[in-house]
């Protein structure tokens, strides 16, 4: 019988000790949600549409920065840089994309190939033409290089042809021509120089990221799963919390 009075006080305790452990251990995870849906609450006002993410890491996280090494070139005077579809001249991040086969550099133009399209630009490397699949002779396009007269020839499934010079028409390249290929090369040591100018050129604002942040999917199915057992806590808390205030009524 004397031991019915400390079992009992002990089974009254359990709500408020596990009151208490919940509200311990999920105390980080309730301040995170709180503090992200207040800014989103308040993301006009904080200006989080319009800030720019400087992070390469979160950048990394939305696949943003490429992974692996970029492919490297010289056209003349230009440095030409494709990574993960993104094409770089110099230190500028084009608008065209593409995976980077090769570019050449004539006196007035430089043009850049990709797996399925070539780009015309200026001898200042601002954009001219593009050349789709319906220009050209066949694709995709495996080579691209420059003839003794700076022709432009590309190899292709349909074989080798030479551009004209308004890249208007195309011929089937003469038997022997002396043509000097541009093939790119793995650039490590490029790739911190190309994700500096990806991050400076990055349109990703802070919005998304805060709101991926309050849902969890910035941390992926990890993420998911603490807001979802956070959710679950809320409610636990809440209950322990109604049946404490009822029992000491």
């Known amino acids: 019988m004397a031991e019915e009075g400390p079992r009992k006080s002990r089974r009254r305790g359990a709500p408020r000790r596990w009151h208490r452990y919940l509200g311990a251990i999920f105390a980080l995870p309730l301040l995170w949600l709180v503090v992200s849906g207040l800014l989103l609450q308040h993301q006009d006002k904080l200006g989080l549409s319009e800030k720019k993410v400087s992070s390469a890491w979160l950048l990394k996280r939305y696949d943003q920065i490429p992974r692996g ?25 084009l608008e065209e994309s593409g995976n980077l ?26 954009y001219l033409d593009r050349l789709g699949e319906e220009s050209l ?43 000097k290929w541009n093939s790119p090369e793995a650039g490590e040591g490029e ?27 910035l941390l992926g199915k990890v993420g998911r799963f603490l807001v979802d057992l956070t959710g679950l806590a809320v409610i636990v808390l809440t209950v322990l919390g109604i049946r404490l205030l009822f029992k000491r009524s």
């Open 69 to 93: 090494n970029p492919l490297v070139t010289s056209a003349g005077r230009f440095k030409v840089a494709g990574w993960g579809g993104v094409l770089f001249v110099d230190d500028r991040v």
């Open 101 to 126: 086969i090769g570019a050449v550099a004539r006196p007035r133009e430089l043009v850049i190939a990709t797996g399925s399209e070539v780009f015309v630009y200026d001898s200042q490397g601002d």
């Open 137 to 179: 002779p066949a694709v995709p396009i495996t080579g691209i290089g420059l003839d003794d007269s700076r022709r432009v020839h590309l190899k292709t499934s349909a074989g080798q042809h030479a551009l004209g010079e308004d890249f208007l028409d195309f011929e089937a390249a003469a038997p022997g021509a002396v043509v």
């Open 191 to 217: 790739k911190a120089s190309l994700q500096r100018v990806l991050v400076e050129s990055s349109e990703f604002t802070w919005s998304r990221v805060i709101t991926d942040l309050h849902s969890g999917t």
